[in-house]
């Protein structure tokens, strides 16, 4: 129905499709195969009302309720039913159709779709509820026997089961449009699987001499694998058409049995039971894992784009088979053809020798104690081009809990490591500017006092000998004056430069600032901290004709040794007294603190 019509007009055109269709199919299943109590092997009439009740809007149900019982009421009548009983028959059927309607949708969230398993389970437990329920009050309400019961349940519940699935496929292709847009090659492809599979049914049913009710059966398998749910239910309806309308007619292997004709409808209902019991099932399983097929496909291709990406790769090591699996990208980075065989030892040979012991101890390990790792390293490509790489990895569990695989990841990291190089060493620069003087290239007055505070605190805690000496330039403001800055810095950096090369390497000499220096004596140049003082200070005297064409120049030192100061301010204190005591006694000299 078209959205356009009024709610009026919709659910008029739909009571009356209700009711012509309805009265039709009735008639006709009044009047084909009938088993015991005069009941239709399949009541096809219950199958198209609930087809319809699943296709039509809400708002239109009650007014297809009433075409519904109208159309039952006069097949019944027609047939030459009494009216009470036709009254029975009429609600029983009635009832059926709103319990399945009501159990479907209450176990179904969104809309039926019969190329769900969930959805073709969630039908046949509501069609079979709905059956049990109208077949109970069926026998009720007209004093039935169990055999009135058993045919009843039977009869409808293939009526709805066989039914109403093709009506409904077929009804939302055509309302969805993928009817038009399906090749004539597909449709002709059905057409001609669903007429030979009705040919095949004629053919079997047509004698009785041999028991080919399998052939059918092979057909609608055949046309359910080919074309999905759609093809099966269809198939299915075929097969129900023919063999009923044969079996009723005394035709076929299943009229031909010897027994009575309750036995012969009762087989007829198992065996079309059977045959929708597997070929809907299984054409639902097979477009379920047709979806899962394709999701994984897409997955995968998904998998591959990201790890092109990103630069990452996976393998596998299948360790009941010692062989191993990589992907695409995983050949990419050790610059391999992508498919060329490897085994387990040469992807290990690719890796620097001392990193293929460790990964190769690692796998070990992981394989030991069942645990994940992770392993950075580095690989040699075949053209001798060196990479960075990061690998991570779990171990697979089988039965009974043996390893029996390691899956793992590998991304080349070779930028990453590269760009952490260039920032630990750009790091390392800004660290070493931030504590170097940079006229004298010598450790600034913040370093050296940090420097100081750690060995004073070392020196407290064990003992260790520790002296401090300062010195200053003699008569550097008469050099700046005379010769200028420039010639003033000339100066100051050499005597830094003499100043380190008669120091240990375990001694320090800063620049404190201006004309100003300290020395950290530590080890053994604190025991002898006087003489290596002494040394300092002559080693300067002595450079006097100096190649840079500066003047030559002196200094006085200030020595004072660490005797349990709190502070480094207390140290220094000390040996700045000392220092002014140089000067005053001359300078170029050396002093001790007191």
């Not at 009650?62 to 009494?82: R, V």
């Not at 991570?392 to 590269?418: A, C, L, M, N, Y």
Request: with cysteine; net charge neutral.
């Amino acid at each position: 129905m078209t959205r356009s019509q009024s709610p009026r007009v919709e659910a008029l055109l739909w009571a009356l499709l209700v009711a012509l269709g309805y009265f039709l199919l009735a008639s006709l299943s009044l009047n084909a195969t009938k088993g015991a109590d005069n009941v239709a092997a399949v009541w096809a009439p219950s199958g198209y009302f609930l087809a319809l009740l699943l296709l039509m809007a809400p708002r239109a149900r009650a007014a297809a309720f009433g075409g519904m019982i109208l159309a039952s009421g006069a097949a019944n009548l027609l047939s030459g039913a009494p009216l009470l009983p036709s009254v029975a028959l009429t609600t029983a059927n009635t009832v059926e159709g709103a319990v399945a309607l009501w159990l479907i949708n209450a176990r179904e969230k969104g809309v039926l779709s019969f190329m769900v398993p969930r959805s073709v389970v969630n039908f046949c437990v509501g069609t079979i509820t709905a059956s049990f329920v109208s077949a109970s009050l069926a026998t009720v309400l007209t004093g039935g026997s169990f055999d009135f019961f058993r045919s009843w349940l039977t009869t409808v519940a293939l009526g709805m089961l066989i039914v109403a699935p093709p009506i409904v496929m077929l009804a939302r292709l055509a309302a969805s449009g993928l009817l038009r847009q399906t090749g004539r090659a597909t449709i002709a492809e059905a057409v001609v699987m669903l007429t030979g599979g009705a040919a095949i049914t004629v053919a079997c049913f047509s004698q009785a001499e041999f028991p080919v009710t399998f052939l059918p059966c092979v057909a609608v398998v055949i046309a359910a694998y080919r074309l999905g749910p759609f093809g099966a239910a269809a198939g299915v309806l075929i097969v129900t058409i023919i063999t009923s309308w044969m079996t009723g007619r005394g035709m076929g292997p299943i009229a031909g049995m010897d027994a009575r004709p309750e036995v012969i409808v009762l087989f007829l209902q198992f065996y079309l039971l059977t045959l929708l019991a597997t070929a809907l099932p299984l054409a639902a399983l097979l477009v379920g894992r047709q979806r899962l097929a394709k999701r994984l496909e897409q997955s995968n291709r998904w998998l591959l784009q990201a790890e092109a990406a990103a630069l990452v790769g996976h393998w596998r090591v299948d360790l009941v088979r010692g062989t191993i699996q990589w992907s695409d990208q995983a050949y990419r980075i050790h610059g391999i053809e992508p498919g060329t065989p490897m085994t387990i030892e040469s992807s290990l040979d690719l890796y620097v020798p001392e990193d293929a012991t460790r990964m190769r101890a690692m796998l070990m390990q992981a394989v030991g104690s069942g645990g994940a790792f992770e392993y950075q390293g580095q690989i040699i490509r075949p053209d001798d081009e060196v990479r960075d790489i990061s690998s991570h990895g779990s171990v697979e569990f089988g039965r009974g809990g043996k390893p029996v695989g390691i899956f793992g990841t590998i991304q080349d990291v070779t930028q990453s490591v590269e760009n952490a190089r260039m920032l630990e060493a750009a790091r390392n620069d800004a660290e070493a500017a931030a504590n170097t003087d940079a006229l004298t290239g010598l450790p600034n007055r913040r370093y050296t006092l940090a420097v100081l505070a750690d060995a004073m605190e070392r020196a407290a805690r064990t003992g260790a000998p520790l002296a401090v000496g300062i010195f200053d330039i003699d008569h550097f403001k008469r050099v700046n004056d005379v010769h200028g800055h420039a010639v003033g810095d000339l100066v100051i950096r050499r005597v830094g430069r003499r100043a380190k090369a008669s120091l240990r390497e375990e001694d320090v000499v800063g620049r404190f600032g201006g004309e100003e220096f300290v020395c950290i004596f530590q080890g053994p140049s604190a025991h002898a901290a006087e003489l290596v003082a002494e040394r300092v200070r002559a080693a300067i005297a002595a450079d006097d004709s100096a190649a840079d064409g500066a003047p030559g120049a002196t200094v006085s030192i200030g020595l004072a040794v660490y005797s349990g100061e709190a502070g480094v301010e207390e140290l220094l204190e000390r040996a700045d007294e000392a220092l002014y005591a140089a000067k005053r006694a001359g300078r170029n000299r050396l002093r001790m603190a007191a």
